[in-house]
């Protein structure tokens, strides 16, 4: 063995070493969660227009069911998830929908209200703790219980075999470097192949929704997309009055053609 490949050695051996302690040691306390029950508390933290924004949202979809599960923050992150939702992707007919990269599932009340059907989501590293020792998984299972019909699948897309109408991924891993970082080993940086398989569990006339972080990773997706032979349409900047997001984000939308005609739905 060289000098020069200790270091890449021991991040990889160090990395394995982590993830098996990870997904060995499983245990999580229940989380302990406060509810806002009202939104009073919230509004404070908008601008007059972004509560003209909420309300609209709120006479467009149903979000009553948000004050059961969400604190503050997680109320917020909804407010833009479905923003998104509604200003890029418009609407979709659905009655099978996945998310993929879950992690702890705080939006999915945001997912529900936009199609107001059950999700799906899926979560490789499903027990990465929060602060307070809590899985994410544990977090997620809770705000399931929320939401009839949904329900959170830990371990790899690749294991997923099923049809949806709808799918959305939110920052994928389209470089290695974002995979390290948050402590996955190298192995399951397979970009080309969770893209492909997303795809074929697609049915058809459905459609996929992908968010990137910068103009580097939209590149990245393109030329997966173009690797894939995917026909994406790119959204460019996404942007919401409510993003908490320092770094901009950008959107892709593929629609996949149906068999009978060979032409995407509109």
């Given at each position: 063995?060289?000098?020069?490949?200790l270091p890449t050695n021991f991040r990889k051996w160090?990395?394995?070493?982590l993830w098996w302690v990870k997904n060995t040691v499983t245990y999580s306390p229940p989380p302990v969660?406060?509810?806002?029950?009202?939104?009073?508390h919230m509004e404070r933290f908008l601008s007059s227009a972004d509560r003209m924004r909420a309300k609209e949202?709120?006479?467009r979809y149903d979000i009553s069911r948000w004050l059961e599960s969400c604190n503050r923050w997680e109320y917020i992150e909804n407010l833009y998830l479905l923003d998104v939702l509604d200003r890029y992707v418009k609407s979709t007919?659905?009655?099978?929908?996945?998310?993929?990269?879950?992690?702890?599932w705080s939006y999915l009340p945001a997912l529900h209200s936009f199609t107001q059907t059950g999700w799906?989501?899926?979560?490789?590293?499903?027990?990465?703790?929060?602060?307070?020792?809590?899985?994410?998984?544990?977090?997620?299972?809770y705000i399931s219980r929320h939401y009839q019909g949904s329900r959170y699948i830990p371990g790899s897309l690749l294991e997923i075999r099923n049809e949806y109408d709808f799918i959305t991924w939110i920052l994928p891993f389209v470089s290695p470097g974002p995979l390290e970082q948050w402590g996955l080993p190298a192995r399951y940086y397979q970009p080309a192949q969770l893209l492909q398989h997303a795809w074929e569990q697609l049915k058809p006339g459905g459609s996929i929704f992908i968010i990137n972080q910068g103009?580097?990773?939209?590149?990245?997706?393109?030329?997966?997309?173009?690797?894939?032979?995917?026909?994406?349409r790119y959204l460019g900047s996404?942007?919401?009055?409510?993003?908490?997001?320092?770094?901009m984000r950008v959107g892709w939308l593929a629609r996949k053609p149906d068999r009978k005609n060979g032409l995407s739905k509109r």
């Amino acid at each position: 063995m060289i000098a020069q490949d200790l270091p890449t050695n021991f991040r990889k051996w160090s990395s394995e070493a982590l993830w098996w302690v990870k997904n060995t040691v499983t245990y999580s306390p229940p989380p302990v969660k406060w509810p806002l029950r009202s939104t009073r508390h919230m509004e404070r933290f908008l601008s007059s227009a972004d509560r003209m924004r909420a309300k609209e949202l709120a006479q467009r979809y149903d979000i009553s069911r948000w004050l059961e599960s969400c604190n503050r923050w997680e109320y917020i992150e909804n407010l833009y998830l479905l923003d998104v939702l509604d200003r890029y992707v418009k609407s979709t007919a659905t009655d099978t929908c996945l998310d993929i990269g879950a992690k702890s599932w705080s939006y999915l009340p945001a997912l529900h209200s936009f199609t107001q059907t059950g999700w799906d989501g899926v979560e490789l590293d499903c027990y990465q703790r929060h602060w307070n020792m809590v899985t994410r998984r544990a977090y997620a299972e809770y705000i399931s219980r929320h939401y009839q019909g949904s329900r959170y699948i830990p371990g790899s897309l690749l294991e997923i075999r099923n049809e949806y109408d709808f799918i959305t991924w939110i920052l994928p891993f389209v470089s290695p470097g974002p995979l390290e970082q948050w402590g996955l080993p190298a192995r399951y940086y397979q970009p080309a192949q969770l893209l492909q398989h997303a795809w074929e569990q697609l049915k058809p006339g459905g459609s996929i929704f992908i968010i990137n972080q910068g103009e580097k990773e939209g590149i990245r997706q393109r030329e997966l997309f173009a690797e894939a032979k995917i026909s994406a349409r790119y959204l460019g900047s996404i942007t919401s009055r409510f993003s908490p997001f320092v770094q901009m984000r950008v959107g892709w939308l593929a629609r996949k053609p149906d068999r009978k005609n060979g032409l995407s739905k509109r």
